[in-house]
């Protein structure tokens, strides 16, 4: 097996996975986001071979969606969320399960910020 036959197998092996993202967003001409609101968190489920591959689409896809991402924080995947002892609905799994069926990134909560 040569160098090229053994980058074959580990791409292989490196199947998709769902990603917990909560993502800081703030304001944007045509955002979409309530009057008011000085940004938002979004709670986000996204596929990708590793976490950076699911922030960089997340990122790309609000990106095109017209809003303005500033910091993204990852969660870690399903398995890893349940061995940190959490608790995950079935709606939340379905969810889960939607993002890694369609290879997307699903926005499943968001919550406006105001100035206090």
Not at 8 to 24: C, G, P
Not at 51 to 66: D, W
Not at 69 to 91: N, W
Request: proline share 4%.
């Amino acid at each position: 097996m040569d160098a090229n036959d053994k980058d074959k197998a580990v791409k292989a092996k490196r199947a998709q996975q769902v990603f917990t993202l909560v993502v800081e967003v703030g304001r944007k001409a045509d955002d979409g986001l309530p009057k008011g609101a000085t940004g938002a968190g979004l709670m986000v489920y996204a596929s990708g071979v590793d976490e950076a591959e699911a922030v960089r689409e997340t990122v790309a896809v609000l990106k095109e969606a017209g809003v303005a991402p500033l910091d993204v924080t990852g969660y870690g995947t399903l398995d890893e969320r349940l061995a940190a002892g959490e608790e995950i609905d079935p709606e939340e799994r379905a969810l889960m399960e939607r993002a890694l069926a369609e290879n997307a990134v699903i926005v499943a909560q968001m919550t406006p910020f105001f100035p206090e």
